[in-house]
């Protein structure tokens, strides 16, 4: 599944910038004769798989639907595999404003790569995540770097507008209804022998950071809540454990020797990623910090009750009666690595609370139906393409 931090993990942030790749994307961007103030350079990864390549593409198709001039321009700067987006690449610079969906801490590599955008807009708008209450030293480079910071989640502005430095503004991403392939539940090959057995997952990228994605803590939660083999499953679904083998070796030690608990490391398209997490009855993700959460987002689109920590950027559209929301303490930064450096904070979820909603929803199927009905709801309720288009525009004043 395409997960938000997968570019910055895998590129060094300033000063130690990243060799141009062999990719005639990296070639300048040329500008217009004459540049156009009623729309957006639209600067993203729109050929790169990865979270934020789909927030780009999400972006500029919703422009597109809602008759807002755009030109979109790919960002090449990412190992993630290569895709076409659904529109056409802009050849040139057409608009005297840009909205650049890449994060604070690797806009100073936009910079390097392409000094150009820069120097040809009148207004550089950052459109961007972040998954901690304080930003980076790389985080806060790159806010200076901006005239503006659009941001997706209200945990997201409030993090920006603590630095004080330019205009924030909330722009939340539309997250479009999912649409899983037609795969049914055993051709999945950890579901294959569950039968009707109730299953728990847990999804993340290891390229999003272990610590963060916190899938250790769900699996103690799990162990505490169900004995060996009492009945639930809980399916971990990973994604580039080979890149990360001391951290995959860390998560199947958690999960021990437990048949009930599988660890399974796979890359599925979005219609298979859709049609997995539907086929679970509760998602999970104790996570210490996310800048949206769109998985449990998906997974509420399509009536998965999900089990989360009640902090960071998930709480736009998660409450307490469309989903279980974890307490938990802030503590400091430890096992972050270069991206989440210590002398921030994050939270730590209360497993004891986790394992006790695990438990009810195993054994309250009214509740644990109830709950994905309600999440659900939430999600036809939540801003569209429609609604991204019209403050995209008022921002404008146009």
């Not at 998602?283 to 998985?295: F, Q």
């Not at 998906?298 to 009640?310: D, F, N, R, S, Y």
Request: some cysteine; overall charge negative; proline content about 8%.
């Amino acid at each position: 599944m395409s997960l938000w931090q997968r570019v910055r993990a895998r590129l060094a942030t300033p000063p130690q910038l990243p060799a141009a790749p062999a990719d005639p994307e990296r070639a300048a961007w040329m500008r217009s004769r004459r540049l156009q103030l009623d729309g957006l350079n639209v600067v993203g990864y729109h050929r790169r798989q990865l979270g934020l390549g789909d927030a780009g593409r999400v972006i500029t198709s919703a422009l597109i639907d809602g008759h807002v001039p755009n030109a979109p321009l790919a960002f090449a700067a990412s190992p993630s595999p290569a895709i076409e987006p659904p529109f056409a690449m802009s050849p040139t610079i057409d608009h005297a404003t840009t909205l650049a969906v890449v994060s604070a801490d690797q806009m100073p590599v936009l910079h390097e790569w392409h000094p150009e955008i820069f120097e040809h807009s009148d207004r550089m708008i950052g459109y961007c995540f972040w998954e901690l209450s304080q930003l980076s030293e790389a985080g806060r480079s790159g806010v200076k770097l901006l005239d503006e910071v659009w941001a997706p989640t209200t945990f997201v502005q409030q993090v920006f507008e603590s630095l004080d430095v330019v205009p924030v503004h909330h722009v939340p991403l539309p997250i479009p209804r999912p649409e899983p392939s037609r795969r049914e539940r055993s051709s999945f090959a950890p579901l294959a022998d569950v039968g009707d057995r109730l299953i728990f997952g847990v999804a993340f990228d290891y390229f999003s950071v272990l610590e963060r994605k916190n899938p250790i803590a769900a699996i103690e939660a799990f162990t505490r809540a169900f004995a060996p083999g009492e009945g639930p499953v809980l399916v971990v679904k990973t994604l580039n454990a080979i890149h990360h083998p001391d951290d995959d070796a860390r998560l199947r030690a958690a999960a021990g020797d437990r048949a009930d608990i599988r660890i399974w490391d796979e890359h599925l398209d979005d219609g298979d990623q859709f049609a997995f997490l539907g086929h679970l009855d509760v998602l999970v993700s104790l996570h210490r910090g996310e800048g949206l959460g769109k998985h449990l987002a998906e997974a509420m689109w399509l009536g998965v009750p999900c089990i989360a920590t009640g902090y960071s950027g998930n709480l736009d559209f998660m409450t307490n009666e469309c989903a279980r929301l974890i307490e938990y303490t802030l503590i400091d930064v430890e096992g972050g690595g270069s991206i989440y450096p210590a002398g921030t904070q994050w939270a730590d979820p209360d497993i004891g609370h986790a394992a006790t909603a695990m438990r009810e929803l195993a054994d309250d199927t009214k509740a644990r139906i109830a709950l994905g009905a309600a999440a659900h709801r939430q999600m036809t309720q939540q801003p569209d393409g429609a609604d991204f288009a019209a403050t995209a525009r008022r921002l404008l004043g146009t």
